[in-house]
């Protein structure tokens, strides 16, 4: 079992940077593919970045690539998403997972544990 919690989200104003901590509780994690999602008010929760149990290897969504990184603090139990140039259409509820895949799985359906979620707004 792993028990996740994020922080590290508020209030920005566009082009500002933010840069969101995934802390994680359990062995287990150790072994996990970690993958950060966000989900906007009135639509469905999509995938952002996921970085593998080793953090050797990374993806993230093109929506985001270039200004969004992913990467895992030598403990091995801190997953961080840096956030850069921020827009307003990044607003939303953001969720690290974890997944046991030793793939980086991008959907849903794959990540077993679920942070609470942290919210970033961005004003314009």
């Known amino acids: 079992q792993v028990e996740l919690v994020e922080s590290g989200g508020g209030l920005v104003q566009a082009g500002d940077s933010l840069r969101l901590t995934c802390t994680a509780r359990g062995s287990a994690f150790l072994d996990s593919a970690i993958g950060w999602f966000r989900q906007a008010p009135g639509k469905e929760r999509e995938f952002v970045a996921a970085i593998n149990w080793s953090g050797a290897l990374e993806t993230t969504a093109d929506s985001v690539k270039g200004r969004f990184f992913i990467s895992k603090h030598n403990d091995k139990y801190t997953v961080y998403l840096q956030m850069n140039g921020l827009r307003a259409d990044d607003t939303a509820l953001y969720y690290c997972?974890?997944?046991?895949?030793?793939?980086?799985?991008?959907?849903?359906?794959?990540?077993?544990?679920w942070g609470p979620g942290t919210q970033v707004t961005v004003s314009s």
């Open positions: 997972a974890a997944s046991s895949s030793f793939d980086l799985p991008t959907t849903l359906n794959h990540y077993e544990n």
